[in-house]
């Protein structure tokens, strides 16, 4: 697996390189958010790990640019840990955002975590179907690939995992408990605007104005994609 690690504060970017390259990882480093897009284009790697506050562009942007283009995993790593920071990253398409200071341990569980959800076969139930069918909506589980109407629809891979443990467990109601587990992993439990923030972003790339919703609301409760 090759991490693009991105930090402008060079002895923890060391740390973190020295942590990730023990652990067998394919590192590549940027300190400012100018190369980190360009060691992004021209190496594509595998996840990012990126600092919020840095130099030439921010890193707030940079998460931004890869998003609209790529369905790279992406984690956040920053001093900023106010609510509306946090919800601003996962917003703009972060996995996940861990706060500083952080434990390499928990950094390499969240890398885990987060790599696990690119891989269908990880968590999809062994007597799905290859291809979901939700009215105008079509979900390939091996392929990882929707489309609307005929139309692909660009989803990142934790986009795509919300939206495949709704919709292999049609007609269930999932709480923010059970979605955190199986989406984000363990230890992810009461992290409940994860949940928030992803099924917003999946109405609005997979409802239509005016049309039945797809994804419906237990208040306090959790959520679910109603039955056929």
């Known amino acids: 697996m090759k ?7 060079v002895d923890l970017l060391d740390l973190m390189t020295y942590a990730l390259r023990r652990e067998g990882y394919n590192v590549l480093a940027a300190v400012d958010g100018q190369q980190a897009l360009q060691r992004w284009e021209s190496e594509n790697p595998d996840i990012v790990l990126l600092d919020g506050n840095l130099p030439k562009i ?3 942007e940079v998460c931004r640019r890869i998003r609209h283009e790529s369905k790279t995993p992406i984690i956040m790593l920053t001093a900023r840990d106010e609510e509306e ?3 601003r990253g996962l917003q703009i398409g972060a996995d996940d ?3 500083k200071p952080f434990s390499i341990e928990e950094m390499l569980a969240r890398i885990t975590a987060t790599l696990r959800r690119t891989r269908p076969a990880d968590t999809a139930p062994d007597t799905a ?10 979900i390939d589980l091996s ?3 929707v489309t609307r109407s005929g139309l692909a629809v660009h989803l990142t891979p934790t986009e795509f995992a919300l939206l495949r443990e709704l919709a292999t467990n049609r007609g269930k109601l999932l709480t923010h ?3 955190l587990r199986r989406v984000w992993g363990r230890g992810y439990e009461t992290e409940t605007e994860y949940v928030r923030v992803y ?3 999946l109405r609005a790339k997979l409802e239509s104005d005016g049309a039945a919703p797809l994804i419906l609301t237990q208040p306090r409760a959790g959520y679910r994609i109603a039955a056929e």
């Open 58 to 60: 921010d890193g707030f």
């Open 97 to 99: 955002y861990m706060t």
């Open 199 to 201: 099924i917003r972003r």
């Open 3 to 9: 991490v693009l690690v991105v930090d402008d504060d």
């Open 85 to 87: 920071d946090i919800l």
């Open 143 to 145: 392929s990882q690939q």
């Open 129 to 138: 179907p290859p291809v979901i069918s939700i009215g105008e909506l079509e």
């Open 177 to 179: 408990a059970h979605l």
